[in-house]
């Protein structure tokens, strides 16, 4: 069946969509659609002009005997930042205190759209560190991760307080909870991750950093490297020669229950965007 350049473009775009990061040789669209290279070739620069210009994303041509195209999603900076702020702005709402110095968070965390905005924003910023799984820990940090894991094409991997006996086999580390001034437990199935893995580390709420710290030295028990840690909120009471460098997409400013005090700005995550502009 012979598609009009209409049709392939409308089917290239969504192929693309759905396997973002994933190199397709040309090959297989010359013969998805009968249709010679120079024409899937003519419809890539279309595509990679378009792309950029709506801020969807980049188109990756590589050229030699195993190349072909792959598509990067990418926000621009000025999409990273009108998210950014938007998350800034709906979660400096006082009502969102609770008892304990705690934040309520569950909306965000269960709204589809905010979900991928924020794991599209994540993924942009990640995009060329050849991320090869996404961690988190169980439970408010998952559709964070789901989400963008899914944008980097990447496994994403849960990190549990509790054996699970459908894990197998596992890895388990102590951890200190600076929270609560003890030691906790945290373990990984031995199948979730290898060696060599280069991961990124996603969690809801940064405060002590406990948590953080007990799955970068979980990830190292593999002989992994963490090439990046962000974390949807942080608030300035972790120590940072322990946990590194975070990426936090707000920061808690000040949160006072009792005062009913909350004031947030955009994080660090915002501090370098080069990412969000390759070319440049």
Same mark, same amino acid.
């Given at each position: 069946?012979?598609?009009?350049?209409? *049709?392939?473009? #409308?089917d290239?775009?969504?192929?693309?969509?759905?396997h973002?990061?994933?190199? /397709?040789?040309?090959?297989?669209?010359?013969?998805?659609?009968?249709?010679a290279?120079?024409? #899937?070739?003519?419809?890539?620069?279309? =595509?990679?002009?378009?792309?950029?210009? @709506?801020? +969807?994303?980049? $188109?990756?041509?590589?050229?030699?005997?195993?190349?072909?195209?792959?598509? +990067?999603?990418?926000?621009?900076?000025?999409?990273?930042?009108e998210?950014?702020?938007?998350? $800034?702005?709906?979660?400096?709402?006082?009502?969102?205190?609770?008892?304990?110095?705690?934040?309520?968070?569950?909306?965000?965390?269960?709204?589809?759209?905010?979900?991928?905005?924020?794991?599209? =924003?994540?993924?942009?910023k990640?995009?060329?560190?050849?991320?090869t799984?996404?961690?988190?820990?169980?439970? &408010?940090?998952?559709? /964070?991760?789901?989400?963008a894991? @899914?944008?980097?094409?990447?496994?994403?991997?849960?990190?549990? @307080?509790?054996?699970?006996?459908?894990?197998?086999?596992?890895?388990? /580390?102590?951890?200190?909870?600076?929270?609560?001034?003890? $030691?906790? &437990?945290?373990?990984?199935?031995?199948?979730?991750?290898? &060696? !060599?893995? @280069?991961? =990124? /580390?996603?969690?809801?709420?940064?405060?002590? !950093?406990?948590?953080?710290?007990?799955?970068?030295?979980?990830?190292?028990?593999?002989e992994?490297?963490?090439?990046?840690?962000? $974390?949807?909120?942080?608030?300035?009471?972790?120590?940072?020669?322990?946990?590194?460098?975070?990426?936090?997409?707000?920061? +808690?400013?000040?949160?006072?229950?009792?005062?009913?005090?909350?004031?947030?700005?955009?994080?660090?995550?915002f501090?370098?965007?080069?990412?969000?502009?390759? *070319?440049?």
């Amino acid at each position: 069946m012979k598609f009009k350049r209409s *049709e392939r473009l #409308i089917d290239m775009v969504y192929y693309l969509l759905e396997h973002p990061h994933q190199l /397709i040789t040309l090959s297989y669209f010359t013969k998805k659609y009968h249709s010679a290279k120079s024409s #899937i070739s003519e419809d890539l620069v279309i =595509l990679k002009k378009t792309f950029a210009e @709506r801020g +969807i994303g980049k $188109v990756e041509t590589i050229s030699g005997a195993a190349g072909g195209v792959r598509f +990067i999603p990418l926000l621009t900076k000025g999409q990273a930042l009108e998210v950014g702020n938007h998350l $800034v702005e709906k979660l400096a709402d006082p009502s969102r205190l609770l008892p304990g110095g705690f934040m309520y968070l569950s909306d965000v965390l269960v709204d589809p759209e905010l979900l991928r905005q924020l794991g599209h =924003l994540i993924a942009s910023k990640y995009a060329f560190k050849q991320v090869t799984a996404v961690v988190t820990v169980a439970t &408010k940090g998952i559709p /964070i991760a789901q989400t963008a894991a @899914r944008y980097l094409n990447v496994p994403f991997v849960i990190v549990r @307080r509790d054996s699970k006996i459908t894990e197998g086999s596992t890895v388990s /580390i102590n951890y200190p909870s600076y929270r609560t001034n003890r $030691v906790e &437990k945290m373990e990984v199935s031995k199948k979730s991750l290898k &060696k !060599g893995d @280069r991961v =990124l /580390i996603i969690d809801d709420f940064l405060n002590g !950093g406990g948590t953080v710290q007990g799955m970068q030295i979980l990830a190292s028990e593999f002989e992994a490297e963490t090439v990046g840690t962000c $974390v949807l909120c942080e608030l300035s009471n972790h120590d940072r020669d322990q946990v590194g460098d975070i990426d936090a997409l707000v920061h +808690i400013d000040a949160l006072d229950e009792r005062k009913r005090v909350l004031r947030t700005s955009l994080g660090s995550f915002f501090d370098d965007l080069r990412a969000f502009d390759p *070319e440049k």
